[in-house]
């Protein structure tokens, strides 16, 4: 018998472990790569918070054990947001939970509300997190086709209503990543309508909230009327201010899943280290013009990316939110060989669609997150990698 459990064994393969070999490989014979895969800013944390994390940390009340929940001037600052930003009502005491990163608080949430063989709806393609930790929670998941004739967004009617039914959850991630895709207040205010007729208690996803483009404001779920009687949001400070290593985020909404997430977390985690929540506190406060900033660099990466890549002949999509360019593989490849292809060509790392599921099939990700002269280096290569 294996010494690894079940549930680790059954995990799918890393989704670009295929993708990882030849780029280690070509690494090693000296290749250098152009490295459009990953979704992690290039650009640093912006000082203003770096300096408030250095001063706290020199504080040694900052030294012990947090608090389970984050410190209420974090969970303040993080209500006072949403209410700025979305105009979401949220009590910072029974609604709001800081996370070590959102990606903690999702993977955890399942064990929070998914009993054994409880269904839940997840949209494909999607963020790989969301189907495997329903299955570690003993959960069932049924795949919810996102596609370019429904402008990305679930089809609520075409989901059969005993499947709805059945469903306990269902996860939702807009802007979108890996596709870019954004949903407006009307998908989901239907959204909240379809949830209530068949009792499905709704996540969202809003990692990339705050990253709109052109002036647009992504929307939140619990901005609308009945939001948060039947969902949770999950907000990062990830993607809104180059914090990644820095693992802060928080839940908001429904009372009951923030208490029950909050409860799971007790038996895990020991809470968000201080220092890291009074620069997160400091970033909400003080920080939109910093984000003003970041979203710019993204938006004429974008400006300057699409058209040269639709002028190649490749079908990319613009986004209005997210730093992904969703971009349709050339006629007769795979999404997989033509990654690899590309990679073997010309050194250019590219995220095959399908990484994030079947339906990513036939599409591949470029990042933004890549410095402007990489970028020109890939306008430079690309017309001969892909011929
Ligand atoms: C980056 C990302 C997250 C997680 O970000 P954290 O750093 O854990 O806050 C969650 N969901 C999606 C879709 C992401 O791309």
């Known amino acids: 018998m294996s010494l690894t459990a079940r549930r680790v ?3 799918p393969p890393y989704m670009f472990a295929e993708i990882d070999r030849v780029k280690r490989r070509m690494l090693d014979e000296g290749h250098r790569l152009l490295d459009f895969g990953v979704g992690d800013p290039d650009q640093p944390t912006p000082p203003f918070i770096v300096e408030a994390m250095i001063e706290a940390a020199r ?3 900052h030294h012990r054990y947090p608090g389970y929940a984050g410190m209420k001037s974090f969970r303040q600052a993080a209500a006072d947001w949403c209410e700025k930003r979305h105009g979401v009502l949220a009590d910072p005491d029974s609604e709001v939970l800081a996370l070590i990163g959102s990606k903690e608080g999702i993977s955890h949430l399942p064990l ?3 009993d054994p063989g409880d269904l839940v709806l997840v949209t494909d393609p999607g963020y790989p997190v969301y189907v495997n930790s329903i299955r570690f929670a003993g959960g069932l998941v049924a795949l919810v086709p996102l596609s370019d004739e429904n402008q990305w967004l679930p089809d609520l009617s075409a989901i ?3 499947l709805a039914d059945r469903a306990r959850m269902m996860i939702v991630n807009y802007p979108n990543n890996p596709i870019g895709a954004t949903a407006d207040r009307e998908f989901f205010e239907r959204l909240i309508a379809w949830a209530k007729k068949h009792d499905v208690f709704l996540m969202h996803d809003a990692a990339y909230i705050e990253v709109g483009y052109d002036g647009w404001r992504p929307p939140s779920l619990l901005s609308l009327p009945g939001g948060k009687d039947v969902g949770i949001e999950f907000h990062s400070l990830s993607k809104t201010f180059n914090m990644t290593g820095w693992r802060i985020g928080f839940a908001v909404g429904n009372p009951e899943a923030i208490k029950a997430l909050a409860t799971v977390k007790t038996q895990i985690d020991s809470g968000v280290f201080e220092p890291v929540q009074v620069a997160a506190t400091i970033a909400y406060r003080q920080g939109e013009s910093a984000l003003a900033d970041i979203l710019a660099i993204y938006q004429r990466r974008r400006d300057r990316l ?3 890549l639709r002028a190649l002949g490749l079908d990319a999509m613009s986004p209005r939110g997210a730093f992904y360019i969703w971009t349709r593989v050339p006629a007769g490849e795979s999404s997989a060989g033509f990654a690899r ?8 790392v590219v995220m095959p669609g399908t990484g994030f599921g079947a339906r990513g099939e036939g599409w591949f990700r470029f990042s ?5 002269v990489q970028i ?3 306008l430079s290569v690309l017309p001969k990698a892909l011929g």
């Open 9 to 11: 064994l059954d995990l």
């Open 59 to 61: 504080l040694p009340r």
């Open 112 to 114: 929070a509300l998914i």
């Open 160 to 162: 059969d209503p005993a």
């Open 306 to 308: 699409v058209p040269a």
């Open 341 to 348: 292809r590309l990679l073997e060509n010309s050194g250019v």
């Open 368 to 372: 933004l997150t890549v410095a402007d």
């Open 376 to 378: 020109d280096e890939l």
